[in-house]
């Protein structure tokens, strides 16, 4: 079982429309969650980090945590073709972050 | 506030030979990490510093990897000799402890031929 599981997509979007992202992770102790946002050919940039069950909003992007069920998700609201890249969850353990293999989001016009 | 720095940004070898790749982390960034990221999937964590000594490199394949931070601040990823399967874009990331956020340089693409 890989530590951090993301479905690789594609995942298609029309604009304007919600995308939801998501993200199952393997290690109970897990404290600190991240979902960063990589354009082809660029490096990953943070969008959100959540560290409680619960809901986290920032502007069109929600983070939503489950430890329980070792579950976080992002949701993006009135999607946007700029919106369209590849979605890296991230699961900070002990010492280590480790990502997903990542989710490629296309937003259509 | 400068982002993380790297170089170079591109660089095209033949296997067996070696390559090194440079980063300047964030001002006051204690901790300072490497990943190799193959196309198509997710960053893999190389090699993590806290200040200049090593927190894990457990998955740093030390017969041909090796990494060094000196003083603290910037690093050094050498490789040595190339394989095939080692062309991946390799990233910098810093951040200011080792469970705060990681903030990513913009990465050395590595061809190897």
């Known amino acids: 079982q890989k530590e951090v599981e993301q479905n690789s997509g594609p995942l298609s979007v029309p604009e304007g429309a919600i995308a939801s992202l998501n993200c199952t992770y393997s290690d109970r102790g897990s404290q600190s969650f991240f979902w960063y946002r990589q354009y082809s050919g660029k490096s990953p940039e943070l969008i959100m980090f959540?560290?409680?069950?619960g809901d986290k909003e920032d502007g069109r992007f929600t983070a939503q945590l489950n430890k329980a069920s070792q579950y976080v998700s992002l949701l993006i609201r009135d999607s946007q073709p700029s919106d369209s890249a590849t979605y890296l969850c991230a699961v900070q353990g002990a010492q280590k972050l480790v990502f997903g293999q990542g989710t490629r989001l296309t937003i259509n016009p | 506030e400068a982002g993380v720095a790297q170089s170079p940004r591109y660089k095209i070898i033949e296997k067996r030979q070696s390559v090194a790749f440079w980063c300047n982390p964030i001002s006051g960034h204690a901790t300072l990490y490497w990943y190799q990221q193959i196309l198509g999937q997710g960053p893999k964590l190389l090699i993590q510093f806290q200040n200049n000594g090593v927190v894990d490199d457990s998955q740093l394949p030390k017969d041909r990897f090796s990494a060094e931070r000196l003083k603290g601040v910037d690093s050094t990823l050498k490789i040595q000799p190339a394989k095939l399967e080692d062309s991946a874009v390799y990233l910098c990331?810093?951040?200011?402890?080792?469970?705060?956020?990681?903030?990513f340089g913009p990465g050395t693409r590595l061809t190897v031929l």
């Open positions: 959540i560290y409680s069950n």
């Open positions: 990331a810093s951040s200011y402890g080792t469970t705060d956020t990681q903030y």
